[in-house]
């Protein structure tokens, strides 16, 4: 085959583009959609006026200055809509926190020293775990005329976090068991030291996927005592939004922009965390990577 031959083919092979691996790709449109949205619960409040302005343009579609239409009582659901971007973020980010620090303590400090210490802070967080949330927030309600919304995610927080210790805790007694760890305690390392530097980095995965599902479990159920009435008052959430527009009969008026955004705003940050959280789940057993490879591979086997 002459050179001129050979350059031909070359030029006449397929160009084969390099397309993201699944895992990564789904990383990056979670991150993507999720950025977004905290970029507007940031700023959009900075932007907008005053949520509660009543005008006397009620029921107005989108248009007209108002680049979401408005309420019932001419209140601009744009504006209304920045600042329960804002508010169910701070709830989320509120309770993932807690959440972090009470099953980390609860979870991995009691199984790494064992002993009477795991014991009952197993028997604590069995305890909580079997606490419903619904119930409890209910009998606040009813002390707690005027809740925040520091108040519904401190609730949120506390019984949410058990589940979360529970993994936290299984994990911990794995690892605590293996030879790097043992190889540390026979030298001589401080137990402090065998816990932040041979324990903790190899639960930082599993503590940021327990996270991601704190705030989806805090923003969906926050979404859910707003709507029947027992949510933050006096603040603008995704789910006030949907209690005022149902209250407001948005539906049955047929006034979409009113329902339509919170509701739309709610499913993307969900679908944008549990992406996020399927890759944090695929690094953490590669076991599911390797399965993702395989069906993709009969996939285009198949096609």
Known sequence: MTATTEGAVAVAAPIRRRSLPPMTLKLAVGLGIAGLIILFGVLGPLLVGNPSTVRDVGLTGPGNGFLLGTTQSGQDVFAQLAYAT??????????????????SFFGVVGAFIGGSTDEAFSLFTNIMLVIPGLPLVIVISSYVPNKSIWLVAAVLAITSWAGSARVLRGFTLSVRSRDYVLAARIGGEKRWRILL??????????????????????????????????????????GTMLFYAQNGLALRLGAWWWFAPPGLAIALFGAALSLINFSIDEIINPKLRAQTRAERKEWSVKA
């Open 197 to 238: 530097v041979e324990i903790l980095p190899n639960l930082i995965p599993l503590l940021a996927s327990q996270v991601v599902f704190a705030v989806i479990f805090a923003i969906l159920g926050e979404a859910g005592l707003s709507f029947l009435g027992l949510g933050a008052s006096g603040s603008f959430t995704w």
């Open 86 to 103: 804002r508010g169910s973020l701070i709830i989320g980010v509120v309770v993932g926190a807690i959440t972090l620090l009470l099953s």
